[in-house]
């Protein structure tokens, strides 16, 4: 019996109009994939629906090749020619069955030959065809053949790239060979979780670094002469100008992957050797890639009184702490927490990097002079219940949302400070009164991101006296000593122990102690001690807790919390 979509959408009380889907009849047949796939492209319909419909009418699971963990012994199963050729995506083995994603998982004579050229079983799942091509693209990509690709460009243009125009440069930005570099650049940094890409001008090269786990990690080496055009082309996606060079600048981009993007934030400053950029890898748009508290592995004696407190009526909650320690993630998993039909929840953000069902989201916009405290003015006629503001950055945004937490809102926002106390003492430094900080603070989070021991090569030993007495008071009273751990290094992370990251937290519960202390202009020291009365440890307890755990190690541990600063 074929498939007629339309019904199958409305038994799911999806209504389109006969306007809509006869010109998507138009280009593409009645109870096809390609319609499927058309539906999803042109946003009629979203892709988990369509792709359910299809997955029930053809009996075969639905994989999303760029969501799921692909294993790197599974890809090596599958020639890369073949892989493109009958448009395949193997995945991973089970049991000695190799998975594989396909747009026909039924197509048995292709089965049968990727069975043959793998000599294992095969257990085809379907995808969307788009799916498939970017995530060969992705996944078959490597350090290797970008070294390559690299190396055919220096031999057979490095010669010619110099002294040009930037006509001539936007020109060549736009070569197949520079697109195609800079596109295995990107998605490579993609397929190793970086979050971000320096792109560094040194005096006869230039040095591509990807942040890995925290970490800067040398990739590439790139010919001088190459530098001019990899900038300019990175300058185009972004929509900036290719002659300027002596000024910053600051764009973005999204680069299609699937039937998603990933967006990337782009600063380029000119150096003593040329501009040098820094790519931030943001997130996939449209996914739902927010963790929720429970997720991430925050101590119970931190995360209980956490979810007590974003369950307020009203006042301030602050998550501080450097440009990436996950400050936005924990926000978003205080919001998931309390995302409910019967709450109205807005974001006011720079950029949004995250969506999230069921709550109202804006971005500011500078070029038109958007900003945070413009649009929170907007924001408070529309009557909300939570609001998050994505920073405080100025004394007019930062009055608005201290009267507006003390106006019966329940406000979240960040705040760059070296720990929690000290958020308290930066609003009176921005120029709040201490009377209007003192009521309206619930409590502040301080975060830092830590790499989190690999868990193929993770081993355990035991450290040294001189290493323990720097942890503990008094080892000699010490019943059981303690066990750390460390990586030994894998091919899973890249010989360097880590893989992934973790975070380490302190919160500061603001009592009403502290309110007087605020009001009376008390001093970071004298507003921890009476933090501690009521719980507070600063975030190297626990980052030790983690470390005895065997999440992280005591070299992150340094690294990422410093002594403390209080007795």
């Known amino acids: 019996m074929s498939l007629n979509i339309r019904d199958k959408l409305q038994q799911q009380h999806i209504l389109i109009s006969n306007e809509v889907y006869e010109r998507a009849l138009l280009n593409a047949d009645e109870g096809t994939l390609d319609l499927i796939e058309y539906l999803i492209e042109e946003a009629i319909v979203d892709k988990p629906v369509a792709c359910r419909i299809w997955s029930d009418y053809i009996e075969s699971a639905y994989v999303d090749p760029l969501s799921t963990i692909i294993s790197d012994d599974a890809v090596a199963c599958i020639p890369l020619e073949i892989a493109r050729k009958g448009n395949v995506m193997p995945l991973y083995e089970i049991e000695g069955a190799l998975t594989v994603a396909m747009p026909d998982p039924h197509n048995d004579k292709l089965i049968s030959r ?23 693209e992705l996944h078959y990509n490597s350090e290797k053949s970008v070294k390559e690709l690299i190396e055919q460009l220096e031999r057979s243009q ?39 890409i320096h792109i560094e001008p040194k005096k006869d090269i230039t040095n591509i670094r990807f942040r890995i786990d925290g970490r800067l990690r040398n990739m590439f080496v790139v010919a001088a002469a190459l530098h001019a055009p990899l900038k300019s082309r990175i300058k185009i996606l972004s929509d900036l100008d290719i002659a300027e060079s002596r000024f910053p600048q600051d764009g973005r981009f999204s680069l299609p992957l699937g039937s998603e993007s990933v967006n990337f934030r782009v600063s380029l400053i000119p150096t003593v050797n040329g501009e040098k950029l820094v790519l931030r890898i943001l997130a996939l748009t449209g996914k739902r890639d927010f963790r929720t508290l429970d997720q991430m592995l925050v101590s119970q004696t931190i995360l209980q009184p956490f979810k007590r407190v974003v369950r307020s009526p009203n006042g301030m909650v602050f998550v501080t702490g450097p440009t990436g320690s996950g400050k936005s993630t924990t926000l978003y998993a205080a919001l998931h927490e309390i995302n409910t039909p019967g709450v109205n929840i807005s974001t006011i953000e720079d950029p949004v990097e995250t969506r999230m069902d069921g709550i109202i989201q804006s971005q500011v916009n500078n070029k038109i002079d958007l900003k945070f405290s413009t649009m929170l003015r907007s924001l408070l006629r529309q009557d909300p219940d939570v609001i998050l503001v994505g920073e405080i950055r100025d004394l007019e945004t930062a009055k608005i949302a201290t009267e507006a937490a003390l106006t019966g809102h329940l406000v979240f926002s960040t705040l760059h400070t070296n720990n929690a106390i000290q958020a308290v003492v930066r609003l009176v430094e921005i120029g709040i009164e201490p009377y209007m900080v003192a009521p309206s603070i619930l409590a502040v989070v301080g975060q830092r991101l830590a790499a989190q021991i690999c868990g193929n090569c993770k081993r355990a030993y035991n450290p040294d006296a001189e290493v323990l007495n720097r942890y503990f008071d008094d080892t000699d009273e010490l019943e059981l000593k303690p066990v750390f751990y460390d990586g030994r290094g894998c091919s899973h992370c890249r010989n360097t122990g880590y893989h992934g990251r973790i975070a380490f937290h302190e919160m500061a519960l603001v009592t009403e102690e502290m309110r007087a202390l605020i009001t009376n202009r008390a001093s970071d020291s004298e507003l921890a ?11 190297r307890y626990d ?12 070299d992150e541990l340094e690294k990422h919390a410093s002594l403390d600063w209080i007795s």
């Open 114 to 136: 990727l069975s043959a050229i793998a000599n294992k079983e095969v257990s085809a799942v379907f995808c969307l065809s788009g799916e498939v091509k970017d995530a060969i």
């Open 158 to 196: 490095g010669e010619i790239l110099t002294n040009f125009s930037p006509e001539q440069l936007a020109e060549l930005s736009e070569s197949d060979s520079i697109i195609s570099l800079t596109e295995s650049i990107l998605l490579l940094a993609i397929k190793e979780r970086a979050s971000d």
């Open 529 to 539: 001690v009476a933090a501690k009365k009521v719980g507070y440890r600063p975030l």
């Open 543 to 554: 980052g030790l807790k983690k470390v005895l755990l065997g999440y992280t190690t005591t």
